[in-house]
């Protein structure tokens, strides 16, 4: 998770807020066009699939680039 209560004064102020949404934006356009068929001209069901892969693949990077990870279960 996200320090919230103590931020190193050591740590690294990690990339600018506009270089990660653009490596969002460029990973998720990536998966969009992935998304789309390859044997045809996409339909509006393909274009509404492609969308929500984007912003299935956006989301998921921009958390990923913000630091948010699983948390880890001690096991017994």
């Known amino acids: 998770m996200l320090d919230i209560a103590y931020d190193p ?3 690294s102020p990690g990339k ?3 270089w ?3 490596d969002s934006l460029v990973i998720a356009g990536i ?3 992935a998304s789309l068929p390859g ?3 996409p339909s509006e069901l393909d274009l509404y699939v492609a969308m929500r892969v984007f912003l299935y693949a956006f989301f998921v990077q ?3 680039e913000r ?3 699983a948390r880890k279960v001690k096991r017994r």
């Open 16 to 18: 600018p807020l506009k």
């Open 62 to 64: 921009l958390a990923v």
């Open 31 to 33: 998966a969009f066009v």
């Open 9 to 11: 004064p050591s740590r």
């Open 20 to 22: 990660i949404l653009l």
């Open 67 to 69: 630091g948010l990870k």
């Open 39 to 41: 044997d045809r001209l």
